[in-house]
Every structure is written in C-alpha cells, then in structure tokens.
C-alpha cells in the first residue's frame, strides 16, 4: 500500500491560489458588465411577471429588456472583433 503522504508535495506545489480574481479577469468582467447588467434587468421583468399574467405593460418591459440584452451582446461582440480586424 503506497503512502498518500509521499504524493502531496506534488499535489500541493502549484502555484498558491489566493481566491483573489486576477486583473485580467477584472478587466474581462468590467468589459461584460453593459451584457450582465442587461441581462439581470431582463430576468427582474421577467421575475415581475411569474405569478401573474402579464399586462400590455409588463410586456413592453420585457421586449425592451431582451432588445437591451440583443444590443449590449452586439456591442460586445463588435468590440471583441474589433482588434481582429484592425
């Protein structure tokens, strides 16, 4: 029977992971966040309208919602290729 103990310097000399989102990854989610927050307010009007059956209104709010979602997609992905084809 092999020792456990033997193998956890292996598994334990990567790098320390410090739970700590690195700066890429902060700028990566500051340029998504016009999409994310989009998305949240389509989910609040859809949320809105779960247990009721929705009005003329509620349904404007939500077209608008996933128009806002479509447009902040579109732009980020015009910006991602952007630096491709320049």
């Given at each position: 029977m092999?020792?456990?103990?033997?193998?956890?310097?292996?598994?334990?000399?990567?790098?320390?992971?410090?739970?700590?989102?690195?700066?890429?990854?902060?700028?990566?989610?500051?340029?998504?966040?016009?999409?994310?927050?989009?998305?949240?307010?389509?989910?609040?009007?859809?949320?809105?309208?779960?247990?009721?059956?929705?009005?003329?209104?509620?349904?404007?709010?939500?077209?608008?919602?996933?128009?806002?979602?479509?447009?902040?997609?579109?732009?980020?992905?015009?910006?991602?290729?952007?630096?491709?084809?320049?």
């Amino acid at each position: 029977m092999k020792s456990i103990a033997a193998l956890q310097a292996a598994v334990t000399a990567a790098a320390p992971f410090d739970g700590e989102p690195s700066n890429a990854e902060l700028d990566a989610i500051e340029t998504e966040m016009p999409a994310i927050l989009a998305g949240i307010a389509l989910l609040d009007a859809e949320i809105m309208t779960i247990d009721r059956t929705p009005t003329e209104l509620d349904e404007r709010r939500i077209r608008r919602a996933r128009r806002r979602v479509l447009a902040a997609r579109r732009d980020l992905a015009n910006t991602a290729t952007a630096g491709e084809v320049a």
